[in-house]
T-cell receptor
Framework: DVKVTQSSRYLVKRTGEKVFLECVQD?????MFWYRQDPGLGLRLIYF???????EKGDIPEGYSVSREKKERFSLILESASTNQTSMYLC????????????FGQGTRLTVV | AQSVTQPDIHITVSEGASLELRCNYS??????LFWYVQSPGQGLQLLLK??????LVQGIKGFEAEFKRSQSSFNLRKPSVHWSDAAEYFC????????????FGQGTTLQVKP
């Protein structure tokens, strides 16, 4: 069974803090993704990575950065958290190819106060 | 630009009734299409997918979807809904032939009445 594990289910952070969201997958997938989920907007891609140390911006990268030092781990970084980054964050992984199924973690609900 | 539209934000059906969730996409080439379900407090789970071939695809939990190129649609159906089907449903299109990026619709929340 593919497992994508996000380190926290719930996080509360203060405005201006640097925030790290961690994601680990156990299926040796090449691709990893960070999505943000907001009501009425569906899921929007923040960043994705197709190999170690490789990354590409998604549709809403502003205010975020990512790190992928090992194949199984993909971190999302909020450099200076703001209240408009309060959201549900979902990590996903997939093998190479556009037909590959994406497997999702359970999500991290981040609240910035 | 590629996009996915789910016209219905919220749908309520009675248990045992049939269900159809609508999805329209905009994509230049033959799309890779997916339906995912998200139960409360959970991540997304793949219900079914379409790449090519037979336009009626079967998925898990008794769901099916039909690809209609002429209507740019990929509607999800189930003949008889169960209370456990209450969840949020997302339609998605593969944004690239090789990276696995997905573009999601806004989601449809399904409520099931007893």
């Amino acid at each position: 069974d593919v497992k994508v594990t996000q380190s926290s289910r719930y996080l509360v952070k203060r405005t201006g803090e640097k925030v790290f969201l961690e994601c680990v997958q156990d299926m040796d997938h090449e691709n990893m993704f960070w999505y943000r989920q907001d009501p009425g907007l569906g899921l929007r891609l923040i960043y994705f990575s197709y190999d170690v140390k490789m990354k590409e911006k998604g549709d809403i990268p502003e205010g975020y950065s990512v790190s992928r030092e090992k194949k199984e781990r993909f971190s999302l970084i909020l450099e200076s958290a703001s209240t408009n980054q309060t959201s549900m964050y979902l990590c996903a992984s997939s093998s190479m190819g556009g037909r590959a199924e994406a497997f999702f973690g359970q999500g991290t609900r981040l609240t910035v106060v | 630009a590629q996009s996915v539209t789910q016209p219905d934000i919220h749908i309520t059906v009675s248990e045992g009734a049939s269900l159809e969730l609508r999805c329209n996409y905009s994509y230049g080439a033959t799309p890779y299409l997916f339906w995912y379900v998200q139960s409360p407090g959970q991540g997304l789970q793949l219900l079914l997918k379409y790449f090519s071939g037979d336009t009626l695809v079967q998925g898990i939990k008794g769901f099916e979807a039909e690809f209609k190129r002429s209507q740019s649609s990929f509607n999800l159906r189930k003949p008889s809904v169960h209370w456990s089907d209450a969840a949020e449903y997302f339609c998605a299109v593969g944004a690239s032939s090789n990276t696995g990026k997905l573009i999601f619709g806004q989601g449809t929340t399904l409520q099931v009445k007893p």
